[in-house]
């Protein structure tokens, strides 16, 4: 059973950053598409952005575009997410999983951006 533990969030003020880290477990990482998830109160969860299992391919929800970044080091299977310029409307639990929702939610990282 794959485990994954999302790391890093926290409190940021406006126009700061913060990297977000995910761990996988299990040896499909690194031929899996991955992805981070967001999830704010009273919404449904939203992909914001997702890698290809190489690296060479990413994409991004246009409301992140420009600002997050998302990268993987499939060495260590882990996936991270750089996320610059924080807004408020950022704010939410994150979440990484595969491209498909293959694997069991972990518990997320809370991400607070406020001033």
């Known amino acids: 059973q794959v485990q994954l533990v999302e790391s890093g969030g926290g409190l940021v003020q406006p126009g700061g950053s913060l990297r977000l880290s995910c761990a996988a477990s299990g040896s499909m990482f690194s031929i899996t598409t991955m992805g981070w998830y967001r999830q704010a109160p009273g919404k449904q969860r939203e992909l914001v952005a997702v890698?290809?299992?190489?690296?060479?391919?990413?994409n991004y929800a246009d409301s992140v575009k420009g600002r997050f970044t998302i990268s993987r080091d499939n060495a260590k299977n882990t996936v991270h997410l750089q996320m610059n310029s924080l807004k408020p409307e950022d704010t939410a639990v994150y979440y990484c999983?595969?491209?498909?929702?293959?694997?069991?939610w972990g518990q997320g990282t809370q991400v607070t951006v406020s001033a």
């Open positions: 890698i290809s299992s190489g690296g060479s391919w990413t």
């Open positions: 999983n595969t491209g498909g929702v293959d694997w069991p």
